[in-house]
C-alpha cells in the first residue's frame, strides 16, 4: 500500500482531479460539475464486508445542483447513472490510493438496482464500495466492487460486479 491517508476532504479529491493526488498519468478523479462526492471518510485495502478493501464516501445535495434543472424540468431527479458513476470514481479512486499505477477507467457493472430516488429535499448521499476483488499481475490491474447508495440513510441504488481497470496505455 502506499503511504496515503484514510480519509479525503473536498481540496484533495479537486488535486485528485487535476492528477495531483497519485501523480500524472495514474487514477484520476473527475472535475465538477462530474465529481459526485465532497469527501471521502474510510478508505482501506483490506477492509470492508469481504475484506479485500473499501471506501465510504458522501456528497452534499445541493437543491441547485446542474442536474435537477434538466433532469426533469417539473419533477427534478439525480440521475441514476451518476449514483453509478459516483460509485466507478470511488472504486478506480481506492485502486490509485493502493499505489497502482494507470489511468482508470470503467469495465461493466453486473446487475443495478434502483430502489429510491434523490430528490432536492435530500441532504446527504453516502457511497459504500465494498472490495470482492482487486487484482494487479504484469498485465491488469482492476478492482471487482459491489456498491450501494443511501440518501440520508435510505438505501436507494444497490450494485453487484462493478469493475474498474488501470491501463498505463
Known sequence: MADYPSSFDRDDLLKCAR??????GNAQLPEPPMLMMDR????????????????????DIDPDLWFFKCHFPGNPIMPGCLGLDGLWQLTGFNLGWRGWQGRGYALGVGEVKLTGMVRPDRKMLTYYVDFTKAVQTRRLTMGVA????????????????????????
Do not use: C
Request: cysteine-free; hydrophobic content about 35%; proline content about 2%.
Open 19 to 24: 492528477g495531483e493526488l497519485f501523480g500524472p
Open 40 to 59: 471521502i471518510t474510510e478508505v482501506s485495502g483490506d477492509g470492508g464486508a469481504h475484506g479485500k478493501g473499501h471506501i465510504v464516501a458522501e456528497f
Open 146 to 169: 459491489d456498491g450501494r447508495v443511501e440518501a440520508d440513510g435510505e438505501l436507494i441504488y444497490q450494485v453487484s460486479d462493478m469493475k474498474v481497470a488501470l491501463s498505463e496505455n
